[in-house]
């Protein structure tokens, strides 16, 4: 359900690390030619940083993001056996990688109930009432209390699109909302209209 292309656990997760503070559209553009030429991580070792900048330098933070992805994947070769973990520990500690990217992994790739609270989904949640907090885990421990097991496997996509295309930063669509009537949030009426 992300928008982020990707045909493996590993490029899901090399995808991730670029996507912080850049768009899914920029990462799917970047990555459209970089998984054809590396999709493995020692196929990505091969390729090196310098390579690797190669492709992602239309991508913010380019440089940093191409040695921890670089780091990242002497780790899962070393450790792993070039397989991307499926636990939350062994994810944390791969460069790149907080708590909200092993979220996304363990949810997307592994099925795992997890919801990985990013902006969005830190705006809806708060901005709705639906699981305020002062911080993404406090939102992240609230929504894993709210939603039903069912629906955990997908919620933080939902929410995430929610954020992203209706209740956006500076000019919510409240009159396009689906939630409208739930929301909880005071000055939604003067956005009543997309």
């Known amino acids: 359900m992300t928008e982020l292309r990707y045909r493996s656990p590993f490029e899901l997760l090399v995808s991730v690390i670029l996507s912080a503070q850049a768009t899914d559209v920029s990462v799917n553009k970047a990555t459209e030619k970089l998984f054809k030429a590396a999709a493995t ?6 390729l090196g940083e310098r390579g690797l900048k190669e492709y992602i330098k239309s991508i913010g933070l380019y440089n940093s993001k191409a040695k921890n992805i670089i780091n990242t994947c002497g780790i899962l070769v070393s450790e792993h056996a070039g397989e991307v973990p499926a636990d ?60 039903p ?40 009426n003067e956005f009543s209209l997309p």
């Open 41 to 46: 991580p020692g196929q990505f070792i091969k």
């Open 88 to 147: 939350r520990e062994a994810l944390e500690k791969l460069p790149g990688v907080g708590r909200k990217t092993a979220n996304v992994i363990l949810n997307t790739a592994f099925g795992q109930p997890t919801i990985a609270v990013d902006t969005h989904i830190f705006r809806v949640s708060n901005r709705t009432g639906m699981a305020p907090g002062k911080n993404v885990l406090e939102v992240e421990q609230r929504l894993l209390k709210f939603v």
């Open 149 to 188: 097991d069912e629906y955990k496997q997908d919620a933080h996509h939902w929410l995430i699109l929610h954020g992203r295309y209706v209740c956006t930063a500076r000019k919510p669509k409240c009159g396009a909302c689906l939630i409208h009537d739930l929301c909880e949030w005071k000055e939604k």
